[in-house]
């Protein structure tokens, strides 16, 4: 409870426990002359830049509708003065078929970005708003407050408060959502790159009236050999703890890379509330049961690139709960660049479940235009 205590007066007293992130930042970004000034704010809008995707996405499943979708994001991005700038993006969705009315789809549209930034050289940055997060337990679009400070050598450190998570893909689109209730998320992340060839990431997630969870990631490369060793547990505050364990070993040669891996969750809650806001963890594209009550998954992977096709395989078996059921695996993807900013990818997977009415085989393919 200390170490919660001093997590939350800390950055309650930095970052602004706000339910309207994205409204203050959207204010601030368009309000010119209560925060830069009239010459001011020209001079960053003219220094803007525009950037988006279009995206054609259609996927076939032996146990859901076909789902065949255009989808477009659109960003603007202003000049810097004096440190600050500020974002809007949106993400727009169209399903071509009536059967395309799926669940994944909350909406048709999206404001997923609306943030403000300061960033101060040689020092780091605080970004607060909408925006997308990508951290060990908390991904996709936050609503949030997050400091990345660069001061220290070789260290890199995160402290964040988000209260709300959306998703904008061209699978699925949800709406901004509370993700604890009122009380939101703290995360304190650290990675430090001293030691040549490792990286060492201990963080702190606090979730009031949920649960705090810790961890620590080690990553280590070198020229032909990699090695991964990853542990994270939590304290609830209501029902059993959890915990997940991950090691990986991973090679190239010859221009394959390889890797093989184990995942293990605790026997009486898996990883609990671990995964709640997001997760980076998972080598399986559904990966149904690998955070499941005692699930342990072994998986291998396998890639090479032949005539600028960049060919994956990734397979794996989860067995899980009690009773040892046992899920299996199999993805296989293929993506090109066609021109710098045109590219088209594949995707096959055939998912062997503990029930047979639970087998699956899928497909995907995109094509993706960025710029």
Same mark, same amino acid.
Do not use: C
């Given at each position: 409870?200390?170490?919660?205590?001093?997590?939350?007066?800390?950055? *309650?007293?930095?970052?602004?426990?706000?339910?309207?992130? =994205?409204?203050? /930042?959207?204010?601030? *970004?368009?309000?010119?002359?209560?925060?830069?000034?009239?010459?001011?704010?020209?001079? /960053?809008?003219?220094?803007?830049?525009?950037s988006?995707?279009?995206?054609?996405?259609?996927?076939?499943?032996?146990?859901?509708?076909?789902?065949?979708?255009?989808?477009?994001?659109?960003?603007?991005?202003?000049?810097?003065? #004096?440190?600050?700038?500020?974002?809007?993006?949106?993400?727009?969705?169209?399903?071509?078929?009536?059967?395309d009315?799926n669940?994944?789809?909350?909406?048709?549209?999206?404001m =997923?970005?609306?943030?403000?930034?300061?960033?101060?050289? #040689?020092?780091?940055s605080?970004?607060?708003?909408?925006?997308?997060?990508?951290?060990?337990?908390?991904?996709?679009y936050?609503?949030?407050?997050?400091?990345?400070?660069?001061?220290?050598?070789?260290?890199?450190?995160?402290?964040?408060?988000?209260?709300?998570?959306?998703?904008?893909?061209?699978?699925?689109i949800?709406?901004?959502?509370?993700i604890?209730?009122?009380?939101?998320?703290?995360v304190?992340?650290?990675?430090?790159?001293?030691?040549?060839?490792?990286?060492?990431?201990?963080?702190?997630?606090?979730?009031?009236?949920?649960?705090?969870?810790?961890?620590?990631?080690?990553?280590?490369?070198?020229?032909?050999?990699?090695?991964?060793?990853?542990?994270?547990?939590?304290?609830?505050? $209501?029902? !059993?703890?959890?915990?997940?364990?991950?090691?990986?070993?991973n090679?190239?040669?010859?221009?394959?890379?390889?890797?093989?891996?184990?995942?293990?969750?605790?026997?009486?809650?898996?990883?609990?509330?671990?995964?709640?806001?997001?997760?980076?963890?998972?080598?399986?594209?559904?990966?149904?049961?690998?955070?499941?009550?005692?699930?342990?998954?072994?998986?291998?992977?396998l890639?090479?690139?032949?005539a600028? $096709?960049?060919?994956? /395989?990734?397979?794996?078996?989860? !067995?899980y709960?009690?009773?040892?059921?046992?899920?299996k695996?199999?993805?296989?993807?293929?993506?090109?660049? *066609?021109?710098?900013?045109?590219?088209?990818?594949l995707?096959?997977?055939? *998912?062997?479940?503990? !029930? #047979?009415?639970?087998?699956? #085989?899928?497909?995907?393919?995109? $094509?993706?235009?960025?710029?």
């Amino acid at each position: 409870m200390n170490v919660k205590k001093s997590i939350k007066s800390g950055m *309650i007293k930095e970052i602004t426990k706000s339910k309207k992130l =994205s409204l203050i /930042a959207s204010g601030l *970004i368009l309000s010119s002359s209560l925060v830069f000034g009239a010459d001011t704010i020209d001079a /960053a809008f003219k220094d803007g830049k525009v950037s988006g995707s279009l995206i054609g996405y259609s996927s076939v499943s032996e146990n859901a509708d076909t789902l065949s979708t255009g989808n477009i994001g659109l960003a603007y991005k202003t000049g810097s003065y #004096n440190g600050f700038s500020g974002k809007v993006g949106f993400f727009g969705s169209h399903a071509f078929e009536e059967d395309d009315a799926n669940s994944s789809f909350e909406k048709n549209a999206i404001m =997923s970005e609306a943030n403000l930034t300061y960033t101060l050289d #040689n020092f780091g940055s605080l970004t607060v708003g909408r925006q997308a997060v990508s951290l060990e337990w908390m991904g996709d679009y936050q609503e949030a407050a997050l400091a990345t400070i660069t001061a220290i050598p070789d260290t890199t450190i995160v402290l964040a408060f988000s209260d709300k998570k959306g998703v904008a893909a061209k699978d699925e689109i949800t709406d901004f959502y509370d993700i604890n209730g009122s009380n939101g998320a703290y995360v304190a992340d650290v990675k430090y790159t001293g030691l040549k060839g490792f990286e060492f990431n201990p963080y702190f997630y606090s979730a009031p009236d949920l649960a705090n969870f810790y961890g620590l990631k080690t990553t280590y490369s070198a020229d032909m050999f990699g090695a991964v060793a990853h542990y994270a547990a939590s304290s609830e505050d $209501v029902g !059993s703890d959890g915990s997940v364990g991950h090691m990986e070993l991973n090679t190239v040669i010859s221009g394959v890379s390889a890797a093989v891996g184990y995942i293990k969750t605790d026997k009486d809650a898996g990883v609990a509330s671990i995964s709640k806001f997001g997760d980076s963890l998972s080598p399986l594209d559904s990966g149904n049961f690998v955070f499941s009550t005692d699930a342990k998954t072994a998986y291998g992977k396998l890639g090479y690139t032949i005539a600028n $096709v960049d060919l994956g /395989a990734v397979y794996g078996q989860t !067995s899980y709960s009690a009773d040892d059921y046992k899920e299996k695996e199999l993805n296989l993807t293929a993506s090109y660049a *066609i021109t710098k900013s045109l590219s088209t990818s594949l995707l096959y997977a055939n *998912i062997d479940a503990q !029930s #047979n009415v639970d087998d699956n #085989n899928y497909g995907s393919i995109t $094509v993706e235009y960025t710029f």
